[in-house]
């Protein structure tokens, strides 16, 4: 969701929404920045992953899409300070069917509430340094898995067995 707008510094507060996959992060930020409107702003952890083509196969290959060095996490700390500063950011766009980032762009604005969903966003001191207020979503693993087996075979054309290895892994 891209939400234009423009703020002092002092008016953005970020919050971070965090949990595993498939725990309800996705839902509930989507539903808060609804009920917020123009107020609010999301952006996705899963929009800095380094591109992965090379390593994925159709169905996972060696992939680990749940590990820190899978993200580029310091150019989402570097965007959140220029929406924390009253600035517009640039933010990349991921492609999960083919696993790499493309040439465009997100560009999104400062607005009083900046959501960020994202699995891995607590990981590093100095990304958790971004965040006025956390959320972690604390979900039974069965239910996770049977989320994102949904998920990924429905959205991302992923095999059921694949999504499964890829999960216990």
Not at 144 to 152: G, K, S
Request: net charge negative; glycine share 8%.
């Amino acid at each position: 969701m891209l939400v234009t707008g423009s703020t002092r510094q002092n008016d953005v507060f970020i919050l971070g929404v965090a949990g595993g996959s498939g725990s309800g992060k996705t839902y509930f930020a989507k539903a808060l920045a609804e009920a917020l409107g123009e107020n609010a702003t999301i952006v996705y952890q899963d929009n800095f992953y380094i591109d992965q083509s090379h390593k994925f196969d159709h169905d996972g290959g060696s992939v680990n899409f749940d590990h820190p060095e899978s993200l580029e996490l310091t150019l989402l700390a570097k965007c959140l300070a220029e929406l924390k500063a009253g600035k517009a950011t640039e933010i990349p766009v991921y492609d999960f069917k083919t696993h790499s980032r493309m040439k465009d762009t997100l560009r999104v604005n400062p607005t009083t509430i900046i959501i960020v969903d994202g699995i891995l966003i607590y990981h590093p001191d100095y990304l958790r340094a971004q965040f006025d207020e956390m959320i972690f979503f604390d979900t039974p693993e069965s239910l996770r898995f049977e989320r994102r087996l949904e998920r990924d075979v429905v959205e991302r054309g992923r095999t059921v067995e694949g999504v499964k290895a890829q999960f216990l892994r």
